[in-house]
T-cell receptor, first 115, second 113 residues
């Protein structure tokens, strides 16, 4: 009964391809996030959506486009994949947007390898 | 510019002893801090948090201490258990940053039986 789930768990693809990662949460939360964990192991926020509306958009190449069809889903589409996009991507959710003392709950991660 | 730093990439402790994980931050606007635990091939799991109005928060075997003047926090695990072996991330947020969490690079804790 996973709270925050991501698919796929592993993704190996060639440079230049377009790929999507899906995220779903069954916690009834209003806010969802995408984080990237790079080779140096830092977790950095990429995007945040509150009830389908984009509220955080960090300095991320516009090849990355998040899409939220409803508040339980936040997908990440990546165009023209580059070697440097290889990383682990984590989805997270929290109950209330903009409330900085809110705990975020993470999915298991999607390990993306671009060859 | 890394605003949250965990200077020890790894820590090894004997079972039953205390584990102390440290975290330093540079942004004086941070006023809410969290610790997450992460097992391999899993996402980070929330462990404990502390607001800057407190200097200590305890939850079972886990205690977080905050020293605002030193911009330093630490996580104490007593007694340490082999199941505590994981990567521990410190994270911080501020009212001005909204729900944006800034993470440290993590410390790998190994608890030896």
């Amino acid at each position: 009964d996973t709270a925050v789930s991501q698919t796929p768990k592993y993704l190996v693809t060639q440079m230049g391809n377009d790929k999507s990662i899906k995220c779903e949460q069954n916690l009834g939360h209003d806010t969802m996030y995408w984080y990237k964990q790079d080779s140096k192991k830092f977790l950095k926020i990429m995007f945040s959506y509150n009830n389908k509306e984009l509220i955080i958009n960090e300095t991320v190449p516009n090849r990355f486009s998040p899409k939220s069809p409803d508040k339980a889903h936040l997908n990440l589409h990546i165009n023209s994949l580059e070697l440097g996009d290889s990383a682990v991507y984590f989805c997270a959710s929290s109950q209330v947007a903009g409330l900085y003392q809110e705990t975020q709950y993470f999915g298991p991660g999607t390990r993306l390898l671009v060859l | 510019d890394q605003q949250v730093k965990q200077n020890s990439p790894s820590l090894s402790v004997q079972e039953g002893r205390i584990s102390i994980l440290n975290c330093d931050y540079t942004n004086s606007m941070f006023d809410y801090f969290l610790w997450y635990k992460k097992y391999p091939a899993e996402g980070p799991t929330f462990l404990i948090s502390i607001s800057s109005i407190k200097d200590k928060n305890e939850d079972g075997r886990f205690t977080v201490f905050l020293n605002k003047s030193a911009k330093h926090l630490s996580l104490h695990i007593v007694p340490s258990q082999p199941g505590d072996s994981a990567v521990y991330f410190c994270a911080a947020s501020s009212e001005t940053s909204g729900s944006r969490l800034t993470f440290g690079e993590g410390t790998q804790l190994t608890v030896n039986p």
